[in-house]
């Protein structure tokens, strides 16, 4: 069963706007990832955010992560063309670490 | 190439027969992991090894499903009497985790048809 959900389901914005997309999660966590999916792929890797940390920044990408909430934001800055993709948030539970359970995706389309 | 490599990138079958996929992770991760990704979804997790032993099974992997990491290597997973239900893509992943820090990096994915 998926742990949480990605909002919004789909996003539509132009080249040069900012893409922010939101997960929520139900268990506590050790880390949450974000991953991104080109259609029919596999995915790709884009940052961790320890369940100590509140904002990690890489490259053009911001996350955050409210514990509290058990919520993580992802903003996607200055957007091209290539970020068309599929986003999804991972969480791995406290205790051992092991299985990651994923949201149900953002589907982001970025046009020109 | 050092990322995570998955064969065969694509599979039809028709149902009933038995299918095979083969992983082969980055070669110091010590962690192996197997997902089942359908259209319009998140992955989700069926199995995972630590070195050769496995560690963790879903309750999707049914008995029709095996996986193995013989030498703590590369992993196979097999899919025996397939069924249409069956279609997905099998996902791969491989990390060198700590026991707080656990970064998956996946494969391409095994896309499985079943007709």
């Known amino acids: 069963s998926q742990q949480g959900e990605e909002d919004p389901q789909a996003l539509s914005i132009q080249e040069g706007e900012n893409a922010t997309m939101n997960c929520s999660y139900k268990t506590s966590i050790n880390n949450l990832q974000w991953y991104r999916q080109n259609s029919g792929r596999g995915l790709v890797h884009l940052i961790l955010i320890r369940s100590n940390e509140r904002e990690k920044h890489s490259g053009r990408l911001r996350v955050t992560l409210d514990t509290s909430k058990k919520s993580s934001s992802l903003l996607i800055t200055a957007s091209r063309a290539a970020d068309t993709a599929s986003y999804f948030c991972?969480?791995?539970?406290?205790?051992?670490?092991?299985?990651?359970?994923f949201g149900t995706g953002t589907r982001l389309q970025v046009t020109l | 190439d050092t990322g995570v490599s998955q064969n065969p990138r694509h599979k039809i079958t028709k149902r009933g027969q038995n299918v095979t996929f083969r992983c082969d992770p980055i070669?110091?991760?010590?962690?192996l992991y197997w997902y089942r990704q359908t259209l319009g979804q998140g992955p989700e997790f069926l199995t995972y090894?630590?070195?050769?032993?496995?560690?963790?099974k879903s309750r999707l992997l049914s008995d029709r499903f095996s996986a193995e990491r013989p030498k703590g290597s590369f992993s196979t997973l097999e899919i025996q009497r397939t069924e249409q239900g069956d279609s997905a893509m099998y996902l791969c992943?491989?990390?060198?985790?700590?026991?707080?820090?656990?970064?998956?990096?996946f494969g391409p994915g095994t896309r499985l048809t079943v007709l």
């Open positions: 090894f630590q070195n050769e032993a496995q560690l963790e």
């Open positions: 992943a491989s990390s060198l985790g700590t026991a707080k820090v656990n970064e998956q990096f």
């Open positions: 991972a969480t791995d539970g406290t205790g051992t670490a092991s299985k990651l359970t």
């Open positions: 070669s110091e991760h010590n962690r």
